[in-house]
């Protein structure tokens, strides 16, 4: 256990990209595909085997047994050397049938429906009859054949070593062929596409120990030709007579014609393509075996190739902080500076990818160093890294455009802007600061762009008489923050004290006085909030059980609503002395139902109409005789009002000179009553004089 924790320790666990992610897939499809080719062959059973050596390699690793480890490391040539030379012909056949296959093949074409690809044939009725016919006919006459029929994987370097023949399936001929003392009797006849292809070919033998002692040459190298190529061999022996047929290296003997035909009839067809109904389960569920084996092969594979090999990589490092130095050359010519938006630099570096996965901005150094600023304010960023090995091969922004200013300075009162809630049962009473202004040093133009300075502080729980200390964050006008890089403070911490007094929550009582003058009778009243939380001393508070407000209401006439009236009050305006809301911007809205009041026309004679205050030398004349005039009052009192209870009348006093006015006529009466349209226009003339009589 003590090994495996310092394995663990020690083990690097690579990150991951989408280039990685794509290597891996890569990795594990070609396993999947190794896989399912070797499988059901002899090189199948090496393949167990070496993953199992593998997983005891993998467990000397961890536990550190370093005998095991030496041994395996020592053999790993000497074993892929034998494995290569003992199944060269497996490999053969294994990179043939990766060759002869199409892409499709490899990538399955799926689409929405079920269907199959139309079969060509390999072998027609016909040349399956001759076949059968030829190889018990050369039985029964013990004559020898081998017949070697070509599947997926082209023949055409065994045909290479016959005659060339390419002539139709035939019994006659194939009878002809392996006839004694023939010139084409010896080796093999080659079929492909459905005709004889050549003879007297040559066909390696098997070197399978298993095979029975019984078995001649000709059935040996039946044998071979299989294990090497995807093929079916037909044999007639020369001793027996008896019929055989051959395929991924296993021989079925003595066969009769119907189990010799049914052989032929399997290979009958080329293979087709079978479209899934349902790609993704097809993807899914198909070889799942083999797929997951794969799948844990090829990371396995991915990890300990990148651990092993440790591959020399590249990346980029970002938002390395600038560090400025030697701004005194700047700042003692009054000026300052600005590095602009450029407040952090990116770099590419290259090492091994074991290092350059730990790296982060942390391990770089980024220097602007201002004595070496040029002619035309620009400056190069040195960037270092800690770790001496790793390479920079390209810094982003390598030259920074340094902006120059003069150096400004200014005074800004300080607002507060708290944010969260005080300790339960409290409110806040007093905020003190022990600064209530701040000097702002910096470039004169980021100067002038400050609209205000802000007090940020959380008061979420806190408690009476605690002190917060922040540092002032600067808004432009526009409401952005400024950047406090770029500005000195004459002060870098400012205190806030916090002072608060006890709460209470009392009903709010709203109750309505209707002005005499109303257009209307309230009927009904409501409002929002109906229950307010205040705070104050102690005395005060417990005094206070209830916050009453009464409120003076007018409707009038020229509201639009004519049976609803809303308004909205500030709650703190209300309040007595010593008592202050715990949200001070808190309203109340109130809404007040009301039936309107009636109203009635009365045509007045406007020789009723009293003048106050006229000028002596003026006539004053309206241009009507009579007008309308409307009013509003309780049904009671419109039925019993007259034309002589309205008392109309004009102040003149603020007519001066001659010529056509228009004038407000006042009504006065004891009664309640609202008048309007109480407009109309007058004429006014001098008064004649002594002389113009």
């Not at 990116?346 to 996965?357: G, L, P």
Request: glycine letters at 4%; one cysteine or more.
């Amino acid at each position: 256990m003590e090994q495996l924790r310092e394995f663990l320790k020690i083990l690097y666990i690579p990150s991951f990209g989408l280039n990685d992610i794509a290597e891996i897939l890569i990795i594990v499809f070609i396993l999947y595909k190794v896989i399912s080719t070797l499988k059901n062959t002899r090189a199948w059973i090496i393949l167990k085997g070496i993953i199992m050596l593998c997983v005891f390699y993998a467990i000397a690793y961890i536990c550190s047994f370093n005998i095991i480890k030496m041994i395996f490391q020592g053999s790993i040539a000497i074993i892929a050397i034998t494995l290569i030379v003992v199944f060269q012909q497996d490999i053969k056949k294994f990179l043939e049938q990766i060759g002869n296959k199409s892409i499709k093949q490899y990538f399955i074409d799926w689409k929405k429906k079920s269907k199959k690809q139309e079969k060509p044939e390999r072998l027609s009725d016909k040349t399956i009859d001759e076949l059968t016919k030829t190889l018990f006919a050369l039985g029964e006459t013990k004559t020898g054949s081998l017949i070697v029929i070509e599947k997926d994987i082209p023949l055409n370097d065994i045909i290479a070593t016959g005659i060339n023949v390419d002539a139709e399936v035939s019994s006659a001929l194939l009878i002809n062929i392996f006839e004694k003392n023939t010139p084409l009797h010896d080796g093999a006849v080659i079929i492909k596409n459905n005709r004889i292809a050549s003879a007297t070919c040559y066909l390696p033998l098997s070197n399978n120990p298993d095979i029975s002692k019984s078995l001649g040459t000709r059935h040996r190298a039946g044998i071979g030709v299989t294990e090497a190529v995807d093929c079916l061999v037909l044999i007639s022996s020369e001793e027996t007579g008896k019929v055989s047929f051959v395929e991924d290296g296993k021989i079925t003997r003595n066969v009769n014609q119907e189990k010799l035909k049914t052989a032929l009839k399997k290979i009958k067809y080329y293979p087709a393509v079978e479209l899934s109904l349902n790609p993704k389960k097809h993807l899914l569920n198909h070889n799942f075996k083999l797929k997951m084996l794969a799948m844990i092969l090829g990371l396995f594979a991915w990890f300990a190739g990148t651990s092993a090999l440790d591959p020399i990589i590249t990346n980029t490092i970002e938002d390395i902080p600038i560090t400025v130095i030697n701004d005194s050359v700047i700042l003692d010519t009054n000026k300052t500076y600005d590095l602009g938006e450029v407040q952090t630099v990116d770099v590419t570096v290259e090492d091994k990818r074991s290092i350059i996965d730990k790296l982060d901005k942390n391990d770089f150094t980024a220097v602007i160093d201002l004595s070496k600023l040029s002619y035309v304010n620009a400056v190069e960023v040195n960037v270092s890294v800690n770790n001496q090995t790793t390479e920079i091969k390209n810094i982003k922004d390598k030259v920074i455009n340094v902006s120059l200013d003069d150096i400004a300075y200014t005074d800004f009162p300080i607002e507060i802007q708290t944010s969260g809630e005080p300790q339960e049962g409290y409110a806040i009473k007093q905020i003190d600061l022990s600064e209530t202004s701040v000097t702002i040093t910096g470039s004169e133009n980021v100067i002038k762009k400050i609209n205000k300075v802000v007090a940020p502080l959380n008061i979420q729980n806190v408690r009476d008489g605690q002190e917060l200390q922040f540092t002032p964050i600067v808004y432009d006008k526009n409401g952005d923050t400024i950047d406090n890089k770029k500005l000195i403070f004459n002060i870098d911490k400012i205190s806030a004290y916090i002072y608060l007094e006890k709460t209470k929550k009392i009903p709010l009582n709203i109750s309505i006085v209707d002005d005499k003058n109303s257009a209307g009778q309230i009927k009904d009243i409501t409002y929002e909030p109906t229950e307010v939380v205040i705070a104050g001393n102690m005395e005060k508070l417990d005094a206070m059980d209830s916050f009453d407000i009464t409120l003076p209401v007018k409707i009038d006439i020229s509201d639009d609503n004519n049976t609803k009236l809303t308004k909205v009050i500030p709650l703190r305006d209300y309040l007595p002395d010593g008592i202050y809301l715990k949200d001070e911007n808190q309203k109340a809205t109130i809404t007040i139902t009301y039936e309107p009041f009636p109203s009635k026309t009365f045509t007045i004679n406007t020789s009723q109409i009293e003048i106050k205050n006229p000028h002596s030398e003026h006539i004053y004349t309206f241009l009507t005789d009579t007008i309308n005039v409307s009013v509003i009052a309780q049904k009671d009192i419109l039925n019993n009002l007259k034309n002589e209870d309205l008392k109309l009348e004009v102040n003149a006093s603020d007519i001066i000179g001659v010529g056509t006015y228009d004038v407000t006529i006042n009504i006065s009466s004891n009664k309640n009553i609202i008048v309007s349209n109480l407009k109309t226009q007058m004429i006014v003339t001098p008064q004649a004089t002594e002389e113009g009589r």
